[in-house]
């Protein structure tokens, strides 16, 4: 497992102050690295912060602002039409994936440059986001890549954690000329993979897990296969 040296604590933002922690991060990567959006207002909508369907963390380490994320539950899936969606995986039923599962939207993912190399970051982050998600009893995430891109997470997303890619469109909120791939995960494949990989993500994301969370898992694919 990465050191833990690192003073990192990962926040749900609730207020003002929070915001201006999470505007920080996205600042810095969103508007002054990557040009992807000017206005500021859009970077972290202050009406979001008190709505139920939205949730945004921010990761600190040494009370420093370095990471942020945001979950939006149960998104208009049907602004992804409106983005010229490409339905690229075959085998997949849209109407029936949207009408069977709970689904939330996972993006607005940022690490300021510094931190990038430090995986705890990303990890704390998606631990309390993971966390509150199955808490809620959503089932799927989806997100959106840009295709790439230098900092792209799309490797780590489908060769770790199991994101499958379903689509693609060309346009999106942000200003980037580059192909968006979207991606969906089942977090019950992600949660088998990953206890079968045996390795030290599954311990750090499933930290402070209840009983009811694990239970809500399911079982072991090989142990339905065996049934």
């Given at each position: 497992m990465p050191s833990r040296k690192h003073d990192l604590r990962v926040t749900r933002i609730t207020n003002e102050v929070g915001r201006q922690r999470a505007l920080h991060v996205m600042r810095s990567t969103?508007?002054?690295?990557?040009?992807?959006?000017?206005?500021?207002?859009?970077?972290?909508?202050?009406?979001?912060?008190?709505?139920?369907?939205?949730?945004?963390?921010?990761?600190?380490?040494?009370?420093?602002?370095?990471?942020?994320?945001?979950v939006l539950y149960e998104p208009p899936l049907e602004l992804y039409a409106e983005y010229g969606f490409k339905l690229i995986a075959r085998d997949l039923d849209l109407d029936a994936f949207i009408r069977d599962h709970r689904i939330a939207e996972i993006g607005r993912f940022a690490v300021v440059p510094a931190q990038r190399k430090n995986v705890l970051v990303s990890a704390a982050l998606m631990r309390d986001a993971v966390a509150e998600?199955?808490?809620?009893?959503?089932?799927?995430?989806?997100?959106?890549?840009?295709?790439?891109?230098?900092?792209?997470p799309l490797?780590?997303?489908?060769?770790?954690?199991?994101?499958?890619?379903?689509?693609?469109h060309e346009v999106g909120e942000l200003n980037c000329s580059n192909r968006r791939i979207t991606m969906v995960l089942d977090l019950k494949q992600c949660y088998w993979r990953l206890r079968a990989?045996?390795?030290?993500?599954?311990?750090?994301?499933?930290?402070g897990w209840t009983e009811e969370m694990h239970r809500a898992m399911g079982n072991s694919p090989a142990t339905v296969a065996a049934a």
């Open positions: 969103y508007r002054d690295e990557k040009n992807w959006i000017q206005s500021d207002d859009r970077l972290v909508d202050l009406g979001e912060l008190q709505d139920p369907s939205v949730s945004w963390f921010v990761a600190e380490a040494h009370g420093e602002p370095v990471g942020v994320l945001r998600t199955v808490s809620r009893g959503f089932t799927h995430y989806i997100t959106d890549v840009f295709e790439g891109e230098q900092h792209s490797e780590f997303h489908t060769r770790v954690l199991g994101f499958q890619v379903v689509a693609t990989s045996g390795g030290w993500l599954i311990r750090y994301l499933t930290d």
